[in-house]
């Protein structure tokens, strides 16, 4: 168990619906980075936020959009869903946005299934 | 453009053998490696991590081997366990970086 926590852990839902993945940190961590899943691929950087504020930018669709909370807790929103949105989507926390050290640990991941 | 590479996407070996899994790496900005394992149904673990100013580290029975000429590392798994049967990732990032850049990944599967 890394200490992150996601939810839910299963997501079915419509193209054209929104949806909103929730993340809490590990304790203490301040930072928070969503990853995107897709089948057999690796995973790929959506976005990051630390203590409250966008640090880091990947490739993240205008579609989508995330926020962290003054509890650390993050929420990544997912609008207008397409078909090619399905994938496991990962929450990730480290306690410094920066550092030599950047081991990141993740939570058990968000499947999102759109139909 | 895939930035970081593991080319081999299964890996089949024999209980108390050595498993070798490979990566490699097009940017030359990455200075800092790590590996992951992951279950299904299981977010990615924490492995073991390597800076670009070693070219190893031991943790145990798992050892990583960076070659920066060649822009390639390696996870040396000794001796093999069926536990250690998972999808292996490697990741890199710059120092001072933010983000994590994963390759596709490896399927180790250790046969008893």
């Known amino acids: 168990d890394s200490g992150v926590t996601q939810t839910p852990k299963h997501l079915i839902t419509a193209t054209g619906q929104r949806v909103t993945l929730r993340c809490s940190p590990r304790?203490?961590?301040?930072?928070v980075y969503w990853y995107q899943q897709s089948l057999d691929q690796g995973l790929q950087f959506l976005i990051q936020?630390?203590?409250?504020?966008?640090?880091a930018k990947g490739n993240i669709l205008e579609r989508f959009s995330a926020q962290q909370f003054p509890d650390l807790h993050s929420e990544l929103n997912l609008s207008s869903l397409e078909l090619g949105d399905s994938a496991l989507y990962f929450c990730?926390?480290?306690?410094?946005?920066?550092?030599?050290?950047?081991?990141?640990?993740f939570g058990p991941g968000t499947r999102l299934t759109v139909l | 453009d895939q930035q970081v590479k593991q080319n081999s996407p299964s890996l089949s070996v024999q209980e108390g053998r050595i498993s070798i899994l490979n990566c490699d790496y097009t940017n030359s900005m990455f200075d800092y490696f790590l590996w992951y394992k992951k279950y299904p149904a299981e977010g990615p673990t924490f492995l073991i991590s390597i800076s670009s100013i070693k070219d190893k580290n031991e943790d145990g029975r798992f050892t990583v081997f960076l070659n920066k000429s060649a822009k390639h590392l390696s996870l040396h798994i000794v001796p093999s366990q069926p536990g250690d049967s998972a999808v292996y990732f490697c990741a890199a990032s710059v120092e001072y970086g933010n983000k994590l850049v994963f390759g596709a990944g490896t399927i180790l599967r250790v046969k008893s």
């Open positions: 936020y630390y203590n409250g504020e966008e640090r």
């Open positions: 990730a926390s480290s306690p410094r946005p920066l550092g030599r050290y950047n081991e990141q640990f």
């Open positions: 304790s203490g961590d301040l930072s």
